[in-house]
């Protein structure tokens, strides 16, 4: 006996459009200056807490200065809002994901000046 055909009815689809919500072009430039002076205070006080990390290693030695720049550099990471207000910048104006990179590059300069002022010949 042969199988009988089934008819497929297509069902009406609902037709989307994306309507793209309004772009505000100024907004967008303020608030990517305001991320780039963050950028740069950060940098900046990263190079300041990274050559203040090396004089303290050079000051107690090798061992005990290592530990103190240590919790020196990560103390000053983790109070970074608190200093970034003493410049009238504000972190909260930030999205999170750049705060994230900016403590991100917070660490690693601020560790690359240290290594760097340690291993010095003029020091």
Not at 9 to 38: M, R, S
């Amino acid at each position: 006996m042969a199988k009988k055909r089934r008819i497929i009815e297509k069902e009406v689809e609902e037709e989307y459009e994306f309507i793209p919500p309004e772009f505000d072009e100024k907004e967008f430039i303020l608030k990517d200056i305001y991320g780039t002076k963050v950028l740069m205070a950060v940098a900046l006080l990263s190079i300041i807490i990274g050559i203040l990390c090396s004089c303290v290693q050079k000051a107690f030695g090798d061992s005990l200065g290592l530990w103190i720049g240590l919790a020196l550099l990560f103390l000053s990471m983790f109070c970074l809002p608190k200093i970034l207000g003493f410049f009238r910048l504000k972190a909260e104006y930030l999205e999170q994901k750049t705060m994230i990179g900016n403590y991100i590059l917070f660490i690693l300069l601020g560790l690359g000046v240290w290594i760097l002022m340690v291993n010095a010949p003029f020091a």
